[in-house]
């Protein structure tokens, strides 16, 4: 009899650590995360590391997420370049994603800058404006 004694015991004890184990998971909301720091792009040229912190902190640039995210400015959160900035075959993904915020008769997605030409546009615009960060292509395409 005190094996079977023993071994309730142990499923009891087993039980309450579960039940505890559980309840201190659920009990603990998970942190939401923090906006990407780094971000990394794959290119035909090499990939390209992204500093966010560089950019948006008082100890670096100091910009505003939308000194860079320039569209839409009223949104809670901003959207990732390629929703907007696609290759043509995309055209169809992005008139959708441009249809929720504007009427199709208002743009020209012919006239939409791929991503990769907004990017360079946006980011080597910015370097030779403040004269500050890499402007030369092997600055940035890391291979």
């Not at 971000?39 to 090499?46: E, S």
């Not at 696609?86 to 199709?104: F, V, Y």
Request: hydrophobic letters at 35%.
């Amino acid at each position: 009899m005190a094996p079977t004694k023993e071994l309730k015991l142990a499923y009891v004890v087993a039980s309450i650590f579960l039940i505890v184990g559980v309840l201190c998971y659920a009990g603990y909301s998970a942190k939401p995360p923090d906006p990407p720091l780094r971000m990394v792009y794959q290119t035909n040229a090499g990939k390209v590391l992204f500093d966010h912190q560089t950019h948006t902190s008082a100890m670096g640039y100091a910009l505003d997420c939308y000194d860079c995210h320039h569209h839409p400015e009223d949104a809670e959160e901003s959207l990732a370049c390629g929703s907007c900035h696609g290759a043509p075959e995309d055209h169809e993904r992005i008139a959708q994603t441009c249809n929720e915020c504007h009427d199709p008769e208002d743009y020209d997605l012919a006239e939409v800058y791929k991503r990769s030409d907004a990017l360079h546009e946006q980011c080597i615009g910015c370097h030779e404006q403040y004269g500050a960060g890499p402007m030369a292509c092997a600055a940035c395409h890391i291979l």
